[in-house]
């Protein structure tokens, strides 16, 4: 990556290219550097910033915290159950982990109709659309869900006890590509709390508190022994137990209350689990209507009805433009990657 002032525009395969070495000086083998080189250059060719190129320092410090995660773990991939697979990630990352087992969670979920994988003690950093979409392009239904840090208090609550706590899923849909769409049960990523306190903007109201249970719009206090809420009030606390009890008690984790980082200040990876469903949505389905057809007919009635952008619409507008124009890397990212790169 060259250039001065403005921003350059990089093919993702070059912004792999210089993500993987950084991940690998750090202590990632070159085979899970390469995967997770790939995952943040894909998350900001997608316009995930807060996922993204955001994210190498994180991965860095992360990595360079003695005994926290191991960046050249191989995953143990156990045949549970004719639907059901679990992975012991053993403690290294949970995108290596779930690429070692993604053709056999295929195979099982054409084979049965449905798929489970129970991914456990894994560190999880990037965006989780992007674990979801391969299912959808090979025809499968997909929903994953992932704990992490406490850093959201349950509702009415005045202390962190769930992770963020995302949500993703992935569907077939005729005529273009999947619909995809990944959201947090806190009222915001954890990632784009960190952006607004990196550059001064305050957080929308009802976002967080700060360490005395007060409602706070500086994301300095939410980050400082503050937390954020649920979205949707205690709707979006649900759907955050859920994700608890999905990625911890199922997979045989941490709570995100549980985990305990007094040892490893800055780091920024949870050791935590993931959860992933698949449904076949072809298995035994005979002459009812074409299941890709039906979503697509109705996405189209919901265009219809006045919703312009539908979940996803930005992030594959932002991937065409990546594709045709290379992904835009700023300055001040140039020089952290330089530094990163450095040591």
């Keep these: 990556m060259t250039g001065t002032g403005s ?20 202590g990632c083998s070159n085979a899970v550097a390469r995967l997770l080189a790939e995952n ?10 807060s996922h993204g190129l955001f994210r190498m320092r994180g991965y860095v410090d992360t990595l360079r915290s003695p005994g926290w995660v191991d960046g050249r773990a191989v995953p143990s991939i156990e045949d549970a159950a004719p639907g059901f697979l679990r992975i012991d990630a053993r403690n290294g990352f ?5 690429a070692a087992g993604r053709d056999l969670a295929i195979r099982k979920a054409r084979e049965n109709g449905v798929a489970a994988v129970a991914i456990r003690d894994s560190h999880h950093l990037g965006a989780l659309s992007l674990d979801v979409e391969p299912f959808a392009d090979a025809g499968l239904v997909a929903l994953t869900f992932i704990n992490s840090m406490r850093a959201v208090v349950p509702f009415g609550g005045h202390r962190a006890v769930f992770g963020t706590n995302p949500i993703a899923f992935a569907t ?3 005529g273009d590509a999947p619909l995809v769409f990944d959201m947090a049960t806190s009222s915001m990523a954890n990632g784009d709390v960190q952006l607004a306190a990196r550059e001064g903007r305050a957080l929308p109201a009802d976002t967080g508190i700060d360490r005395a249970g007060r409602p706070t719009t500086d994301p300095k206090a939410v980050l400082d022994g503050g937390a954020l809420v649920s979205f949707g009030g205690h709707k979006g606390a649900a759907l955050s137990l859920m994700v608890e009890i999905f990625c911890a008690a199922l997979v045989g984790g941490g709570f995100s209350g549980e985990l305990d980082l007094s040892g490893h200040p800055g780091v920024a990876t949870p050791r935590s689990g993931q959860t992933v469903l698949l449904i076949d949505p072809d298995a035994g389905r005979g002459r009812l209507p074409d ?34 124009r290379g992904i835009p890397v700023s300055p001040e990212m140039r020089a952290t990657l330089a530094e990163l790169a450095a040591g």
């Design 7 to 26: 921003s350059d525009r990089v093919p993702l395969a070059d912004l792999v290219e210089t993500l993987s070495p950084i991940l690998e000086r750090y």
């Design 40 to 49: 943040c250059a894909a998350a900001e060719r997608d316009g995930a910033h």
């Design 291 to 324: 299941f890709a057809g039906r979503v697509a007919t109705l996405l189209s009635m919901v265009r219809e009805a006045g919703q312009e952008r539908l979940p996803g619409d930005r992030r594959l507008q932002a991937r065409r433009v990546a594709e045709r």
């Design 94 to 98: 949970a995108v290596p982990a779930l």
């Design 172 to 174: 077939p849909r005729a």
